[in-house]
């Protein structure tokens, strides 16, 4: 049984006419998406498949980079002494990667 619950990465971009967003499965050539274009221009909806594909393709780098440098940040603070976390000059950034990684792994909303 697979664990994957979407198609694998790296997705590509195929089509001229109507941008296909494809990617390998089980080694055959498998469409993910296709893009729209009722009411949009071409342009747009080559732009939205390029934009969904360099999202797609680099989540799971984004969000290990994430989990690393919440470590670091946690690592760097524990010995913070008499000083507040939230008062320390990390705390803005520790809440912006914690906002990030809640959406990126927490599912569209």
Same mark, same amino acid.
């Given at each position: 049984m697979?664990?994957?619950?979407?198609?694998?990465?790296?997705?590509?971009?195929?089509?001229?006419?109507?941008?296909?967003?494809?990617?390998?499965?089980?080694?055959?050539?498998?469409?993910?998406?296709?893009?729209?274009? %009722?009411?949009?221009?071409? @342009?747009? =909806?080559?732009?939205?498949?390029?934009?969904?594909? #360099?999202?797609?393709? /680099?989540?799971? +780098?984004?969000?290990?980079?994430?989990?690393?440098?919440?470590?670091?940040?946690?690592?760097?603070?524990?010995?913070m002494? %008499?000083?507040?976390?939230? @008062?320390? =000059?990390?705390?803005?950034?520790?809440?912006?990667? #914690?906002?990030?990684? /809640?959406?990126? +792994?927490?599912?569209?909303?």
């Amino acid at each position: 049984m697979k664990t994957t619950k979407h198609t694998p990465t790296p997705w590509t971009i195929s089509g001229n006419e109507t941008p296909v967003i494809a990617a390998m499965y089980d080694g055959r050539d498998a469409v993910v998406a296709v893009t729209c274009r %009722d009411r949009i221009e071409l @342009e747009e =909806a080559h732009f939205n498949a390029q934009h969904i594909v #360099k999202c797609v393709n /680099a989540h799971d +780098e984004l969000v290990a980079a994430l989990h690393a440098s919440l470590e670091q940040i946690e690592a760097h603070t524990e010995g913070m002494g %008499d000083t507040s976390y939230e @008062e320390s =000059a990390w705390h803005p950034l520790w809440t912006q990667i #914690k906002t990030s990684l /809640a959406k990126l +792994e927490g599912g569209a909303k």
